[in-house]
């Protein structure tokens, strides 16, 4: 699948360790409502593991194809393979993004980067798009790091002109529009979608 930065408009991230109900009914809703992007985020307290998560892993990434959305997997780069996904999400702690693009020189790799420091010292010219956050405060990662706020946004934009980026990290239906005009192209998230009541009238406000 080719990049273009306009995937990461509307990009959700959910694992069933988020959900309340059948994984499978969410993603189905999401992506009837309209999301650019799905990352497959199977992590953290309550996630599943082994067979049972790439079971999960093989559902969802046939719902993402029936309805021609990019399929992302994130951290596990073994399943990358397995899931013949469009792209690989990984952090600072995660494979070095050096040698997942030489493992996967064709799929589309994100990185995420919440300091200067990770900034000054990544990469950059082998990922297709940065992961910048927690904008604001969220509990849904268990290990986040510090809150940066909407300035952190201006501050990459100004030193990156033309990087894409998806703002991450507590992004709601109220907040979402305030990272896009900070200079995000896009808003990733979680809860707002897996925690809403309606998640058409979520994902059409995000
Ligand atoms: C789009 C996007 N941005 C950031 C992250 C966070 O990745 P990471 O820092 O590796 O943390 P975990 O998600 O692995 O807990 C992401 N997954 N997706
Ligand atoms: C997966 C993830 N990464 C983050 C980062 O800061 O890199 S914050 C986060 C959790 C996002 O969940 P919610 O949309 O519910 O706040
Ligand atoms: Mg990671």
Same mark, same amino acid.
């Given at each position: ?11 959700? $991230?959910?694992?069933? #360790? ?20 799905? #990352?497959?985020?199977?992590? !953290?307290?309550? @996630? /599943?593991? !082994? *067979?049972?998560?790439?079971?999960? %892993? ?14 992302? $997997?994130?951290?596990?780069? *073994?399943?990358?393979?397995? /899931? &013949? ?6 952090? #600072? ?15 589309? $790799? ?8 990770? /900034?000054?010292?990544?990469? /950059? ?5 940065? !992961? ?6 969220? @509990?849904?990662? &268990?290990?986040?790091? #510090? ?21 991450? %990290? ?12 900070? %200079?995000?192209? %896009?808003?990733?998230?979680? +809860?707002?979608? +897996? *925690?809403?009541?309606? $998640? ?7």
């Amino acid at each position: 699948m080719i990049f273009n930065r306009e995937l990461l408009r509307k990009y959700f $991230i959910m694992g069933s #360790q988020n959900c309340h109900r059948d994984p499978n009914a969410v993603l189905e809703e999401a992506l009837a409502a309209g999301i650019t992007t799905f #990352q497959f985020r199977e992590k !953290g307290t309550g @996630s /599943l593991s !082994g *067979e049972k998560k790439l079971q999960l %892993g093989r559902e969802l990434r046939e719902r993402c194809r029936a309805h021609d959305v990019p399929f992302f $997997i994130n951290d596990d780069i *073994e399943l990358a393979e397995e /899931l &013949e996904v469009d792209g690989i999400h990984v952090g #600072q702690d995660d494979m070095p993004v050096k040698e997942v693009r030489t493992r996967f020189s064709d799929k589309i $790799i994100g990185l995420s980067i919440s300091t200067q420091e990770e /900034l000054d010292r990544s990469p /950059l010219e082998l990922v297709d798009y940065i !992961g910048v956050g927690p904008i604001f405060t969220t @509990s849904t990662k &268990e290990d986040s790091k #510090q809150t940066v706020g909407l300035e952190w946004i201006h501050t990459i934009r100004a030193q990156f002109p033309d990087i894409p980026i998806v703002a991450i %990290g507590g992004i709601q239906t109220e907040n979402a529009h305030s990272a896009i005009e900070a %200079g995000a192209d %896009g808003v990733s998230f979680i +809860t707002a979608v +897996t *925690e809403a009541d309606d $998640i058409k009238e979520a994902a059409d406000k995000l």
